[in-house]
């Protein structure tokens, strides 16, 4: 089994930063892509930002430039560093991951997600 635990959300006024975390646990092998989502009330969910297990990053265009995605690969965990933060950020933010345990197949998982709320 493995599991996805973000932690890192609260409520911040407009202008401040956030960081979440998102760390994987469980029967793990190896870790390929990471990737960030966020779901605002009423709208569809929205991939954020991905990272590859070389380090290669993509961001969606309301966020480049304000939110930054690593990952630390010994500790199995993907964090989102959010900058600038402004109302229309205000999201459950979720992490996911494709994560292969011993035997080889890649099953992507899920984080509970974290709830960011920005105040102007």
């Known amino acids: 089994q493995v599991q996805l635990v973000e932690s890192g959300g609260g409520l911040v006024q407009a202008g401040e930063s956030l960081r979440l975390s998102c760390a994987a646990s469980?029967?793990?092998?190896?870790?390929?892509?990471m990737r960030w989502y966020r779901q605002a009330p009423g709208k569809q969910r929205e991939l954020v930002a991905t990272?590859?297990?070389?380090?290669?990053?993509n961001y969606a265009d309301s966020v480049k430039g304000r939110f930054t995605i690593s990952r630390d690969n010994a500790k199995n965990t993907v964090y989102l560093q959010m900058n600038s933060l402004k109302p229309e950020d205000t999201a459950s933010y979720s992490c996911?991951?494709?994560?292969?345990?011993?035997?080889?197949?890649?099953?992507?998982?899920w984080g509970q997600g974290t709830q960011v709320t920005v105040s102007s």
């Open positions: 996911n991951a494709d994560i292969s345990s011993v035997g080889g197949r890649v099953f992507r998982y």
């Open positions: 469980g029967s793990i092998f190896s870790i390929n892509d």
């Open positions: 990272i590859t297990s070389g380090g290669t990053t």
